[in-house]
């Protein structure tokens, strides 16, 4: 693995220990030898992270629409800024540069970012990893429901389990490089299942 996007929040939460966990993901990506790849804002987390990677002596590629930087919400600082026309352009452009995927707490933009990594890889349209930073417990009740969706039969225990979760930066990363991809695909007949 060479590059890692991680989707968080553009506002930095209510407590402190989010802008921490942002920071200390950061340098844990350069400890790592990781490139940072994300959306390229200056603001929340998003700006945190960058800073932390860039403070470390880390490579970080941003990408971002052109209408987000008319609004001034770019990075000046970065190795790299790429400039697409729209959302769907970054979200696909962030998902070829990068080898595998991490969700710190965000808000709608984050959780949709991450779900649209999480359906591509039960379609087996990548094989790259991908997981949770779950800071002070964020991503406890998305999870329970993601169990809850498991028992009702939505989604199948094999790919709720490939989204890794962990509350520590090197003990994700760490499972990130073992990571094997299931072997089962979304359109197994339920009969055979
Ligand atoms: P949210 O979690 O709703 O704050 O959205 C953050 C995620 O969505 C980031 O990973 C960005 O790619 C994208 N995004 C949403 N709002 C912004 C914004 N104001 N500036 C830059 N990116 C944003």
């Known amino acids: 693995m060479q590059k890692i996007c991680v989707f968080c929040g553009s506002s930095p939460g209510l407590l402190p220990d989010y802008l921490t966990a942002a920071r200390e993901l950061g340098a844990a990506l350069v400890r790592h030898d990781l490139g940072l790849v994300y959306g390229g804002a200056h603001v929340g987390?998003?700006?945190?992270?960058?800073n932390s990677v860039m403070q470390h002596g880390g490579e970080v590629i941003g990408v971002m629409p052109q209408s987000l930087i008319d609004r001034e919400i770019a990075h000046r600082g970065l190795s790299e800024l790429h400039v697409v026309q729209s959302m769907h352009e970054r979200k696909a452009k962030m998902?070829?540069?990068a080898d595998g995927f991490i969700a710190l707490p965000g808000g709608f933009g984050t959780l949709e970012?991450?779900?649209?990594?999480?359906?591509?890889?039960?379609?087996?349209?990548?094989?790259?990893?991908?997981?949770?930073?779950?800071?002070?417990?964020?991503?406890?009740?998305?999870?329970?429901f993601l169990?809850?969706?498991?028992?009702?039969?939505?989604?199948?225990?094999?790919?709720?389990?490939?989204?890794?979760?962990?509350?520590?930066?090197?003990?994700l990363l760490a499972r990130f490089a073992a990571y094997e991809p299931p072997s089962v695909t979304k359109w197994i007949d339920r009969a055979e299942s």
């Open 45 to 50: 987390l998003m700006g945190e992270i960058a």
């Open 95 to 97: 998902a070829e540069l």
């Open 147 to 171: 169990d809850f969706a498991v028992g009702q039969q939505f989604i199948r225990p094999q790919h709720r389990e490939m989204i890794l979760v962990d509350a520590e930066a090197d003990r």
């Open 113 to 144: 970012e991450l779900f649209e990594i999480v359906t591509w890889g039960q379609l087996g349209l990548h094989r790259k990893p991908f997981g949770l930073l779950n800071v002070n417990q964020f991503f406890d009740q998305l999870i329970g």
